[in-house]
């Protein structure tokens, strides 16, 4: 059995694959990952771990000693590179780009092998462009949701609440927590629109990362797949 890890700045997503299915999958919060934090698959066999992490070396660190002691198994780490699986990177220090970044656009071109824009829609929201031969041409990193709002309340000193709405919309607000909320959300909304003009004629848009179906649904437009980094663990592992 293989367990396959993507450790997000906000989530750590898990799942463990049985010739060739999932058989079980999680998810916890990165900075209160701990031994237990894979239920029951510390009774499983597992004798491979591929992991993509962007969440720095104290949590990989974690993950190895919790890998040793439950199954004893070294866990292998993605890197990114200058070339994989048909997917050739546009950093000239490729080191420098998240590997998730990176897992993401080769499981996406790797479903189509034509030009795709993947967004992940995570802590940061990425957007990747991949040509018809697999060149990564550039992206963008923005904040995510939660990162917006949580930089304004860091930065401003009257800009203050104590209860978030619970819906999801983006009129305009009427007091300081639906402005904030509802402002991020309309940023996320202008930037779907922005991205879905992006999409050249025949190109793919995926959509993955905690918040990406709710990007993929303001635009109705490409698919959202909820693993894509996972996905892209066995091209870059192997
Ligand atoms: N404190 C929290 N508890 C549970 N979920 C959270 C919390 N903060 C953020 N989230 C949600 O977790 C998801 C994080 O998305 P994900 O793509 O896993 O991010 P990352 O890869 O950066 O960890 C988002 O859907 C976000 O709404
Ligand atoms: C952009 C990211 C913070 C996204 O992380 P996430 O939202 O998935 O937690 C991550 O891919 C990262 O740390 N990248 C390094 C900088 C770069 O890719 O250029
Ligand atoms: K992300």
Same mark, same amino acid.
């Given at each position: 059995?293989?367990?396959?890890?993507d450790?997000?700045?906000?989530?750590?997503k898990?799942r463990v694959?049985d010739?060739?299915?999932?058989?079980?999958?999680?998810?916890?919060?990165?900075q209160e990952?701990?031994?237990?934090?894979?239920?029951?698959?510390?009774n499983d066999?597992?004798d491979e771990?591929?992991?993509?992490s962007?969440?720095g070396?104290?949590?990989?660190k974690?993950l190895r000693?919790v890998c040793?002691?439950l199954?004893e198994?070294?866990?292998?780490?993605?890197?990114t590179?200058?070339q994989?699986a048909?997917?050739?990177n546009?950093?000239e220090d490729p080191?420098?780009?998240?590997?998730d970044?990176?897992?993401? %656009?080769?499981?996406?071109?790797?479903?189509?092998n034509?030009a795709v824009?993947v967004v992940?829609?995570?802590?940061?929201v990425?957007?990747?462009y991949?040509?018809?031969?697999g060149e =990564?041409?550039g992206?963008?990193?923005?904040?995510?949701l939660?990162?917006?709002?949580?930089s304004l309340?860091k930065?401003?000193?009257?800009?203050r609440?104590?209860?978030?709405?619970?819906?999801?919309?983006? =009129?305009?607000?009427v007091?300081t927590?639906?402005?904030?909320?509802?402002?991020?959300v309309?940023?996320?909304k202008?930037?779907?629109?922005?991205?879905?003009g992006?999409?050249e004629?025949?190109?793919e848009?995926?959509?993955?990362g905690?918040d990406g179906?709710?990007m993929?649904? %303001?635009?109705?437009?490409?698919?959202?797949?909820?693993?894509?980094? %996972?996905d892209g663990l066995?091209?870059v592992c192997?």
């Open positions: 059995m293989r367990l396959e890890v450790i997000g700045n906000t989530l750590l898990w694959i010739a060739g299915n999932v058989i079980k999958k999680g998810s916890v919060l990165t990952f701990a031994h237990d934090s894979f239920g029951d698959v510390v066999r597992v771990v591929f992991v993509g962007v969440a070396f104290e949590c990989d974690r000693k040793r002691a199954w198994v070294e866990p292998i780490f993605a890197k590179s200058s994989c048909g997917v050739t546009s950093y080191s420098k780009m998240g590997v970044r990176w897992l993401a %656009m080769i499981a996406a071109y790797k479903r189509v034509k824009i992940d829609c995570g802590s940061a990425t957007v990747e991949l040509s018809d031969k =990564h041409l992206g963008y990193i923005i904040p995510g939660r990162l917006m709002r949580e309340l930065n401003t000193a009257q800009v609440f104590e209860k978030q709405p619970a819906e999801i919309v983006t =009129h305009p607000g007091s927590a639906e402005a904030v909320l509802q402002g991020s309309y940023l996320f202008a930037l779907a629109y922005a991205i879905e992006d999409l004629k025949g190109a848009l995926f959509f993955t905690g179906a709710l993929q649904e %303001m635009i109705q437009v490409g698919r959202y797949e909820s693993d894509l980094v %996972m066995a091209w192997r």
